[in-house]
């Protein structure tokens, strides 16, 4: 019975290795072999190229990984040298400076515009007498 098991088990994924190549785009193939070796290999040598063929092409289609419960790739170097935290990320601290200015300008003209009206109104009133 473990015998079968195996023998499905091993023929469920050379047919699953080999319809996966058939499905992926050319530009998309692992490594620099064209698609038709890739075929070649995933049908010839079921078990050897199946798990080749597997790995490889999750790295390409996968890159993140499945997450921290599996077994995880290293992370590209573009994902690598964002920052970790908003305090280390120089465009954000740029947008907060930006913003803080534009709050601390605008309470200025309100403070400017209230002053103002406050001394306009008294020199209208001294003017009427």
Not at 107 to 122: H, L, N, V
Request: aromatic share 10%; charged share 30%.
């Amino acid at each position: 019975m473990p015998r079968i098991a195996l023998a499905i088990f091993v023929l469920a994924v050379w047919i699953y290795a080999i319809i996966d190549c058939a499905r992926t785009d050319r530009d998309s193939m692992p490594g620099k072999l064209p698609k038709v070796a890739w075929l070649a290999l995933t049908f010839f040598l079921p078990i050897l190229g199946s798990c080749i063929w597997l790995v490889v092409s999750f790295r390409i289609k996968h890159p993140d990984g499945l997450g921290t419960a599996f077994i995880s790739f290293p992370r590209s170097s573009q994902q690598s040298e964002r920052p970790s935290a908003p305090d280390d990320d120089p465009e954000f601290l740029a947008r907060l400076d930006a913003e803080l200015r534009f709050q601390e300008w605008e309470r200025r003209q309100r403070t400017f515009e209230e002053d103002g009206r406050a001394t306009g109104d008294s020199n209208d009133s001294e003017s009427e007498d």
